[in-house]
């Protein structure tokens, strides 16, 4: 199927679940057991649908490989020579560099040999181990975006050593009218600022002895399948909830509460209107709707005053599911319905800031696990994230019951 037939084939399923709800809301009764249960089995098959879409659409954004420019060759002896050699001014982005280090996982410090050693040099982090390859690193932050619903929304920047200091325009001023030869009133912009550090995200993972020495195991595959889930459910726990100790500020403790709902369980389809108008309009145009999916399970019953649904599911290629007009992402991280939990937020989440201080580095551990005949991998990174501006995002909050 293609990415519209799969968009058709879950409008139709989400059709039949709302025909049940009408049913059920037409004879003035509660779903049956039966209806309960159709319900969500013709839920989960759209959501496994609309994963699948998900994945369409994000292979279908990548250039075919036709489309990649073949490299220039250049003369014999001189940069470029050859139809495959990469020219680039960063060591660790040159084929030496990338199989020096891929070596030195296989094999260990002790398994190259000192031309390695030296190519390796570039990449000695202070930690252990070495930086990976750019190429690598392109793959794994890639796979991290597709574990991380923040990283795709958020603005991501690179930081050096030391704060990042990010200044944040509070209050812009104001212009007044005047009369002729009057003196022109002063109104200046106030700043304020906040600073983006570096909280360290590591994680260990073992592979087999025998593995690494078969030839025809992937190992640069297997390393960034590893450690994207592990870092990129992390990093989204953090975006979302963290406290900043130790980790980032999540979104939810510096976003301002647009709307409280009259219910600790449960949520009316006017609550999320006034949540949608809480955001000052500028930002409405690059917001999005941000939920758990059990929650998005309750909004899609919703209907208006109209007596409409206010979900509407995408049916065209690359178009999300809509609330009110704006795209909705899901989030595990994201609060269940519950008393005082804060279970939507809708916003522009370009203000929220996610500082990468450093490349990533693996160290290869040998001696830790060799009793059991394994070779252990520490990849860490360090990283920070804050919202920049609290009134770009609001979010409803359920009454404390």
């Given at each position: 199927m293609n990415i519209r037939e799969l968009k058709e084939q879950r409008a139709a399923l989400l059709k039949q679940a709302r025909e049940i709800l009408d049913k059920a809301e037409q004879e003035n009764r509660d779903l049956t057991a039966e209806e309960s249960q159709e319900f969500d089995r013709i839920t989960a098959e759209a959501d496994a649908i609309g994963k699948r879409i998900e994945r369409e659409e994000r292979l279908a954004s990548f250039p075919a490989m036709d489309d990649v420019p073949e490299p220039v060759a250049g003369r014999r002896g001189q940069p470029g020579e050859g139809p495959t050699e990469r020219r680039t001014t960063n060591p660790r982005a040159t084929d030496e560099y990338r199989s020096a280090f891929f070596d030195y996982v296989r094999m260990g410090r002790s398994g190259i040999g000192p031309e390695e050693v030296r190519v390796l040099q570039v990449g000695v982090d202070a930690d252990g181990g070495y930086l990976v390859p750019d190429e690598f690193q392109r793959e794994l932050v890639e796979?991290?975006?597709?574990?991380?619903?923040?990283?795709?929304?958020?603005?991501?920047?690179?930081?050096?050593?030391?704060?990042?200091?990010?200044?944040?325009?509070?209050?812009?001023?104001?212009?007044?009218?005047?009369?002729?030869?009057?003196?022109?009133?002063?109104?200046?912009?106030?700043?304020?600022?906040?600073?983006?550090?570096?909280?360290?995200?590591?994680?260990?993972?073992?592979?087999?002895?025998?593995?690494?020495?078969?030839?025809?195991?992937?190992?640069?595959?297997?390393?960034?399948?590893?450690?994207?889930?592990?870092?990129?459910?992390?990093?989204?726990?953090?975006?979302?909830?963290?406290?900043?100790?130790?980790?980032?500020?999540?979104?939810?403790?510096?976003?301002?509460v647009g709307k409280t709902t009259a219910s600790g369980t449960a949520i009316a389809a006017n609550e999320l209107i006034d949540l949608f108008h809480a955001l000052k309009p500028p930002y409405r145009a690059r917001a999005t709707w941000f939920m758990h999916d059990s929650t998005v399970a309750a909004v899609r019953?919703?209907?208006?005053?109209?007596?409409?649904?206010?979900?509407?599911?995408?049916?065209?290629?690359?178009?999300?599911?809509?609330?009110?007009?704006?795209?909705?992402?899901?989030?595990?991280?994201?609060?269940?319905?519950?008393?005082?939990?804060?279970?939507?937020?809708?916003?522009?989440?370009?203000?929220?800031?996610?500082?990468?201080?450093?490349?990533?580095?693996?160290?290869?551990?040998?001696?830790?696990?060799?009793?059991?005949?394994?070779?252990?991998?520490?990849?860490?990174?360090?990283?920070?994230?804050?919202?920049?501006?609290?009134?770009?995002?609001?979010?409803?909050?359920?009454?404390?019951?």
């Amino acid at each position: 199927m293609n990415i519209r037939e799969l968009k058709e084939q879950r409008a139709a399923l989400l059709k039949q679940a709302r025909e049940i709800l009408d049913k059920a809301e037409q004879e003035n009764r509660d779903l049956t057991a039966e209806e309960s249960q159709e319900f969500d089995r013709i839920t989960a098959e759209a959501d496994a649908i609309g994963k699948r879409i998900e994945r369409e659409e994000r292979l279908a954004s990548f250039p075919a490989m036709d489309d990649v420019p073949e490299p220039v060759a250049g003369r014999r002896g001189q940069p470029g020579e050859g139809p495959t050699e990469r020219r680039t001014t960063n060591p660790r982005a040159t084929d030496e560099y990338r199989s020096a280090f891929f070596d030195y996982v296989r094999m260990g410090r002790s398994g190259i040999g000192p031309e390695e050693v030296r190519v390796l040099q570039v990449g000695v982090d202070a930690d252990g181990g070495y930086l990976v390859p750019d190429e690598f690193q392109r793959e794994l932050v890639e796979a991290l975006e597709e574990q991380n619903v923040m990283r795709q929304l958020a603005r991501v920047i690179q930081t050096g050593s030391g704060d990042r200091i990010v200044p944040v325009v509070v209050d812009r001023g104001t212009a007044q009218w005047i009369g002729e030869n009057a003196a022109y009133p002063e109104s200046d912009a106030q700043f304020s600022q906040f600073a983006l550090g570096a909280h360290k995200l590591a994680r260990i993972t073992r592979v087999s002895e025998e593995l690494l020495n078969d030839s025809a195991f992937d190992i640069a595959a297997f390393l960034t399948d590893a450690f994207a889930r592990a870092f990129g459910d992390a990093e989204e726990a953090a975006f979302v909830n963290g406290d900043g100790t130790g980790k980032p500020r999540g979104i939810l403790l510096d976003a301002q509460v647009g709307k409280t709902t009259a219910s600790g369980t449960a949520i009316a389809a006017n609550e999320l209107i006034d949540l949608f108008h809480a955001l000052k309009p500028p930002y409405r145009a690059r917001a999005t709707w941000f939920m758990h999916d059990s929650t998005v399970a309750a909004v899609r019953k919703l209907k208006d005053a109209n007596n409409q649904y206010i979900w509407q599911p995408g049916l065209q290629a690359g178009q999300p599911d809509m609330l009110l007009g704006r795209p909705v992402r899901v989030s595990r991280y994201m609060p269940e319905i519950g008393a005082g939990a804060k279970t939507v937020a809708f916003g522009d989440f370009s203000y929220y800031w996610i500082a990468d201080r450093q490349s990533i580095g693996i160290q290869r551990l040998v001696e830790l696990y060799a009793a059991n005949g394994q070779v252990g991998f520490r990849m860490f990174t360090r990283l920070d994230g804050r919202l920049a501006l609290a009134e770009a995002v609001q979010v409803l909050q359920q009454a404390a019951e």
